[in-house]
């Protein structure tokens, strides 16, 4: 490779001015995956080192997610030691699980003692229990408490994505002890933002900022500038929760503290963002009746995934086709019926289908409630009778126009406005009742709506058919 050019900027550091491993998309560019894949294939840790090892954890995260599954784990072998195990908490489970699976535990002991306990409870929770344990044996006691501690709050809470190191005082402290132990103790975070000031049995009493503390005189009690902590995070809250806590009050970190108000952790921005996307990439998957799960999951992975609502949603079709079995004879009689029939059962099926989505998201956000309720119903059900009469007004023309009778469009655009209606009431108030009785709307709405606007729209159209013409 020649000292100058591309292969020159591909070296660099990303964090070096000019350096980048993305194409203008976004994605990994291809010729560094080729040079990457290169590298692999030939053995050069050298290169490796140089353009992989230094890469910040995210990038090293997106490398292993674009690289062939093949050299996944032929880069993180030849890595070896420098291999930052971070990476593994950018890349999706499957992909995290395949790597671990491989490393040996004496390996993934050594890593995960350089790692915040955030990012270790996140790597260790997806191992067997008996690899687990082996690897919290070999780290120091006071850091295996810790994470068994964490790993022993609910998959999910904010107990699991809490980071164990931070820093806490008495109130009784000056400002100036704060700084000097600070500056001396080696064992703190990497990064923090605030202080947090406590009894002699660990119990939360407030919270100091550090731009607070840095502005106040070395003599100055930390009782006397500490503020209530307002919003301390239960362990046991859910994730999504916390994070609906830190978007409410505009929060950089928050303290985690056990049943009996005792600090135990503190949960920061970066893992709410993450906490965000991930809740937000569950909510879209059930919607869709896939699960957890994953791009890089196998076929029989993604089947098995997909199957149980596929076979749900074969018996709804079935009932929807019963439904069109009562006015076999109609169809008979008048074609016409079934080449219009989908056309109602589609639009309402797309109307219950946006009415649905807004819903979900605004129960999981919790922007609808009980108080809200009535008038957000009202809203969707206008909404309905609204879209109902533009698009009967429009299909009915279509329809009359498109088979020189203009009494079917007329019964057409009637069944338009009933099954909207049905359908603008069915995407909010299904939504509702499952998340009234403690199932996740997100994951079983979808169903219970296409079911709702099929049946309504294919009896009212063809019932209303057989009533207007006598058939």
Known sequence: MTETGEDDRIRRRPDDEGADIYDEDGNVRSDFLALVGAAIADRDTIFLRQNVARLHESEIG????????????????????????????????????????????????????????????????????????????????????????????PESSAGRRMQTEFVAVPPFWTVGQTIDYMREEEDLPYSFTQIFVIDPTFKLLGAVDLDKLLRTKRQTKIEAIMRETTHPIPAEMDQEEAAQLFEQYDLLSAAVVDENDRLVGVLTIDDVVDVIHEEADEDIKRLGGVGDEELSDNVISTVRSRFLWLVINLGTAMLSASVIGLFDASIEKMIALAVLMPIVASMGGN?????????????????????????????????????????????????????????????????????????????????????????????????????????TGFFAFLGIATWWFGI
């Open 62 to 153: 997106d490398l292993l997610e674009s690289i062939q599954p093949d050299q996944r784990l032929a880069l993180v072998r030849l890595l070896g030691d420098d291999f930052d195990m971070t990476a593994l908490t950018e890349v999706d489970e499957a992909i995290r699980r395949e790597i671990v699976d491989q490393i040996p535990n004496e390996q993934i002991a050594a890593a995960i003692g350089d790692l915040d306990s955030d990012d270790a409870v996140y790597i260790l929770e997806d191992l067997d229990k008996e690899d687990r344990e082996e690897i919290l044996a070999q780290l120091p006691f006071t850091e295996r408490v810790r994470l068994r501690r964490a790993l022993d709050y």
């Open 351 to 455: 109307a219950g289908t946006q009415t649905m989505t807004v819903t979900v998201r605004a129960l999981a956000t919790r922007d609808l409630d009980i108080y809200n309720a009535g008038r957000i119903i009202r809203r969707e059900a206008g909404v309905g009778i609204m879209n109902g009469i533009v698009f009967a007004s429009i299909m009915g023309t279509i329809a009359g126009a498109w088979f020189h009778d203009y009494q079917l469009g007329m019964v057409i655009g009637a069944a338009m406005i009933i099954n909207l209606m049905a359908a603008a009431l069915a995407g909010i108030l299904w939504p509702l009742l499952l998340d009234k009785v403690g199932a996740d709307p997100a994951i079983a709405s979808s169903v219970f709506v296409t079911t709702v606007t099929d049946c």
